[in-house]
């Protein structure tokens, strides 16, 4: 049977001057990722978007691509059908036949957006309910609260048939609120504010600290791993490897070990935010969440937003505990992947009492040790792009 979705966008976005760019950026976006699946036709009518599901296409592949585009309220998987009462009265049997089976109350909804056919939208419902109604006796009508409702849309062309919408990924299309440097570490964390700022219609570009041979190979595959799993939901993302090492160890060397971690962080700063600039990110994003851990207290995150020159760091998981983060990981599949036991450059040289308090001025006391603009450059051209 052939299928079709029936997409509807966020609506409050779709306002005004926005609403254009809105649409052409979610339909490109949604081109680009039903590629991977098959050759779909996707079209937008009157504010919603179909995917025409072809024969020999796996609907359910192209309902999972689907579900994780940002920018789409509510999909209906609907059959489709030509447009008279038999071919949709049979069409409902076949394609909803396992709810059918399974519901002990139901309604039918009608919409009429081809204002020729013969019948309203309420003889439409009513002549279909009670064909239902009577040919299924387990199934009582109830308007109010019903286990099952059957739609049917006629259009210009053809007829849909379906159970009601399910909730897409919400958010805004990716790229509509332009581009931001995503700091990822193999952690649980990161990926998921990756998750959520992509969903808020940004485009991401990944960078990742490595510290060769403090961190293996295999935690770098795992940052790719993590990266290929969002692009499900952003799309294409390259990766900037960062060579962290030579930094690392010179903070080891010439630094009060008690502040390592902080000066890591801000030089992790200061290379993202030039990297951002190079790559025409308008913001960063890490996965940093209040008192998480030594380098996570206001005062130590203050030190490090210090670096921060122009752009805006986004947390979103600043507020979220744990388990809420975690609960994330899970839906977008992450989860497992990050918490394969691989070494991030963050748990190399950690200090065993690391400072809680800082003090800026203490801080940059002691990074007059480095030279800091050197070791910044020297990592920003030594910075290797992956496209995962
Ligand atoms: P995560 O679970 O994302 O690793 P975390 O709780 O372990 O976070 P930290 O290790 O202190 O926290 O890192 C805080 C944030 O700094 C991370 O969420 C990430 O955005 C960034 N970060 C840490 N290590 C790296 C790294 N090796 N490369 C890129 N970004 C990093
Ligand atoms: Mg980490």
Do not use: W
């Not at 919409?111 to 309203?120: S, Y």
């Amino acid at each position: 049977m052939k299928e079709v979705l029936l997409l509807k966008c966020g609506e409050i976005v779709l306002k005004g001057l926005n609403r254009k760019k809105f649409e052409d950026r979610l339909l490109g976006n949604l081109k680009r990722r039903l590629k991977a699946v098959g050759g779909c036709t996707v079209s937008l009518r009157q504010s919603v978007i179909y995917v025409e599901i072809p024969e020999e296409v796996d609907g359910d592949a192209v309902m999972d691509a689907v579900s994780r585009v940002f920018g789409i309220a509510l999909i209906c998987r609907a059959a489709v059908c030509e447009k008279s009462m038999e071919a949709m009265l049979e069409t409902a049997e076949h394609y909803l036949a396992d709810q059918i089976a399974a519901a002990s109350t139901f309604k039918v909804e009608t919409k009429r957006g081809d204002k020729r056919f013969p019948l309203t939208s309420v003889q439409v419902s009513q002549q279909l309910g009670g064909e239902l109604a009577h040919r299924h006796p387990h199934m009582k009508p109830d308007m109010h609260h019903p286990a099952l409702t059957v739609h049917f849309e006629i259009r210009e062309q053809y007829a849909f048939v379906h159970a009601g919408p399910v909730p897409g990924a919400g958010g805004m299309p990716v790229g509509t609120n332009g581009r931001a440097a995503l700091l990822l570490s193999g952690g649980i964390d990161s990926p998921v504010a990756g998750y959520m700022m992509a969903k808020r219609g940004l485009e991401l570009v990944g960078i990742h600290f490595f510290s060769y041979p403090y961190t293996s190979d295999r935690a770098k595959e795992k940052v790719f791993e993590l990266g290929r799993k969002l692009t499900t939901y952003c799309g294409r993302m390259p990766i900037l490897v960062v060579p962290f090492t030579k930094i690392q160890e010179e903070i080891r060397d010439k630094c009060h070990e008690e502040l390592f971690t902080l000066i890591m962080r801000r030089f992790m700063m200061r290379i993202a935010e030039r990297l951002a600039v190079e790559y025409e990110c308008g913001g960063l994003i890490t996965g940093e969440s209040l008192g998480q851990v030594a380098s996570q207290t206001m005062p130590a995150m203050a030190v490090t937003n210090a670096v921060c020159q122009t752009l805006p760091v986004f947390r979103p998981v600043i507020g979220m505990d744990k388990e809420e983060i975690v609960q994330i990981a899970r839906k977008i599949d992450t989860f497992e992947t990050s918490i394969l036991p691989y070494e991030d450059c963050c748990t190399v040289f950690t200090p065993k009492h690391p400072n809680t308090k800082p003090k800026l001025y203490k801080i940059e006391e002691a990074e007059r040790a480095l030279d800091v603009e050197a070791l910044v450059a020297e990592a920003v051209a030594g910075t290797e792009r992956v496209l995962v």
